[in-house]
């Protein structure tokens, strides 16, 4: 039992200094970026911006009598903003709530240059995944002038970073659930939501009632190399968590082992 535990110490320290160094490694960028819960504030309904047909838009025209579920991506993202999407589907394809009499959606996209027709085929991808009856006319892709976005993020606590080295965004990785009144009542972080809780957030915003701050695990992208065909830190949370399951795995391995070795 005394080797086992001096093992699993030794997994531990290892685990701690491969997650230590992974923080130490952040490229600056990153820590410019997060989620600032804005919970029981407004968003700027008033702000206009452009549909998937390049039509211009009110916010508040897409309110409708329902919950929103807000989603700020770029199009162009080279991984996260299409995990998180492909996550929101899958959690939504397992409710029995309705987009366009439940619930409706909107993801826009944070980066200015971004156009109509980028926004157009993006909503195509994801109507062909999510295929409801009336998701078309529930689900809105947007894009918008800087002036006007910079409202919207600030309004969520958004906050994201430009890497000239890259040409990229980084970002973190959630979904807003906001109240019928564009009230914000609850974020769901990373690329995966439970559809339990998707469904628990719906209707508590439907009630208009506020949740409570939750302590968020960002996941974060950054740096897509398409020479190498890899991503440099595009994930700093789920390195932490590998490190850490690693360790509860190895930990995990070595207690068994030794409790199958002969007295």
């Excluded at 970026?33 to 009110?58: C, M, N, T, Y």
């Excluded at 299409?82 to 959606?105: C, H, I, Q, W, Y």
């Excluded at 992208?221 to 890899?230: I, L, M, Q, T």
């Excluded at 995990?252 to 199958?260: D, I, K, N, P, S």
Aim: aromatic share 8%.
């Amino acid at each position: 039992m005394t080797r086992a535990l001096v093992v699993v110490a030794l997994a531990l320290a290892a685990g701690s200094a491969s997650a230590q160094t992974a923080a130490n490694q952040q490229p600056e960028a990153l820590k410019e970026i997060g989620f600032d819960q804005h919970l029981g504030e407004s968003l700027p309904l008033d702000i206009e911006l452009r549909d998937e047909h390049g039509h211009a838009v009110k916010l508040r025209d897409l309110f409708r009598g329902r919950p929103v579920v807000l989603s700020l991506v770029y199009y162009e993202c080279p991984m996260l903003c299409t995990l998180s999407l492909n996550g929101l589907v899958s959690a939504l394809d397992v409710l029995k709530m309705e987009p366009g009499r439940d619930f409706d959606l909107i993801t826009v996209s944070f980066d200015a240059r971004e156009t109509p027709d980028q926004a157009r085929k993006r909503k195509n991808v994801y109507l062909n995944r999510y295929r409801r009856p009336d998701a078309g006319g529930a689900w809105h892709f947007l894009t918008g002038d800087r002036a006007q976005l910079d409202r919207l993020t600030r309004a969520v606590g958004f906050r994201y970073a430009w890497d000239e080295g890259t040409k990229q965004f980084a970002h973190a990785a959630g979904v807003v659930v906001v109240t019928p009144e564009g009230v914000i009542s609850r974020y769901l972080y990373g690329i995966e939501y439970a559809p339990k809780d998707l469904r628990f957030a719906l209707m508590e915003s439907a009630a208009q009632r506020i949740g409570s701050r939750v302590d968020a695990l960002l996941l974060t992208c950054y740096r897509y190399d398409p020479v190498h065909g890899r991503y440099g830190a595009y994930v700093m949370g789920i390195l932490r968590l590998a490190a850490i399951a690693t360790v509860g795995i190895l930990g995990g391995f070595v207690v068994v082992m030794l409790r199958r070795e002969p007295r």
